[in-house]
């Protein structure tokens, strides 16, 4: 059986990355990895980090034409200057980014791999204000506008219903048509990628499911779209209120839960699994992951930091 490669943006130069990188390679693959990163960078970190390894150069308009292999890195070069291993991040590494992603989207439209990972990105200085987050920034690349973000854990996974955006705009951005959307997205996805039915809890917006408010969103907006999938092959309950529903008692009954915005959902999740958790992106025409974690500047080059999640995606994507 041929495994098709998986493709590797390690995206910001300067973050614990590629440390992590040189950290998760160890474990045994079935699918070849193809990294796309700085040659001279790569170069400067391993001496950095005492690190040995061989490097293959492979070029884009070639790959068919090559044997991947497991023993080294596989790596298609994308130019980045700088002298030093590491710097402090700035807009300077955004063309080295955008460059990156380029390729690995063009590699993926010839139908070489379905199969992406992209290192941490910093947000603030790489992507404009309207696209709030990578998630973003790769549905836009192939037209897709009905995406979910899944941070996936074997035991329990969340969706946030919005991603990147400010805690204030939160409930102007909530719709009936959205959590659908959503919630279909990710049964579908544990459907076919899992074989498995999940079990889907979704949260109401405000606290203990109750506002003083004109306006209920729990009511209005949250359960008539629960109610939507009532009599259909779907496993769907709520809307649940925030603070309790991650109890140990009450977490164990479901697969997903999903949360009205990003924090609602993260931070108990994080909390419970730390790294032990991935970021799926759902609704496109391949797979893409990111290790649950940013750049995180300040643990650069002390070859500290934990792996965990970047080797949880290669595994998951190592299944096909």
């Known amino acids: 059986m041929s495994y098709k490669p998986i493709l590797i943006v390690a995206g910001e130069p ?16 079935k699918s070849p990895i193809i990294l796309i990163a700085s040659y001279k960078l790569l170069l400067l970190q391993m001496r950095k980090l005492n690190l040995k390894k061989k490097i293959k150069l492979l070029d884009v308009k070639k790959l068919e034409k090559y044997s991947l292999k497991n023993d080294m890195i596989n790596l298609i070069n994308v130019n980045y ?41 910093s947000k603030k200085n790489f992507l404009k204000k309207k696209k709030l987050g990578i998630t973003e920034y790769i549905s836009e690349k192939f037209s897709i506008k009905n995406y979910a973000m899944l941070i996936y854990n ?40 899992l074989k498995l ?22 009511k209005e907006i949250i359960s008539p779209a629960i109610n939507f999938f009532k009599g259909k092959n779907y496993n769907v309950s709520g809307p649940f209120p ?10 164990s009954k479901y697969d997903v839960i999903i949360g009205m915005y990003h924090d609602q959902v993260l931070s108990p999740l994080k909390t419970l699994f730390e790294y032990d958790a991935i970021n799926i992106t759902l609704g496109l025409p391949f797979v893409r992951i ?22 949880r995606a290669i595994s998951f994507l190592d299944k096909s």
Request: net charge positive; aromatic share 8%; charged share 30%.
């Open 14 to 29: 300067n973050s614990i990355f590629l440390e992590i990188f040189f950290k998760a390679i160890k474990i045994k693959t």
């Open 81 to 121: 200057i700088q002298k030093k291993p590491f710097e402090k991040i700035s807009k300077k590494s955004n063309n080295y980014i955008r460059e990156s992603f380029l390729i690995a989207t063009k590699i993926i439209r010839q139908g070489f791999t379905n199969k992406l990972i992209n290192g941490p990105i």
């Open 154 to 193: 074997k035991d329990l996974s969340v969706c946030p219903l919005t991603t990147h955006v400010p805690l204030k705009s939160v409930s102007k951005k909530i719709n009936k048509k959205l959590i659908i959307e959503k919630i279909k997205l990710i049964n579908d996805f544990y459907k076919e990628r």
């Open 197 to 218: 039915k999940p079990k889907i809890a979704v949260l109401g917006l405000n606290p203990h499911c109750e506002t003083v408010s004109n306006f209920d969103e729990d």
């Open 242 to 251: 925030s603070d309790t529903i991650f109890l140990k008692q009450n977490r």
């Open 290 to 311: 990111s290790p649950d974690h940013g750049p995180n500047e300040h643990m650069l080059g002390k070859n500290k930091s934990n792996p965990l999640s970047l080797i």
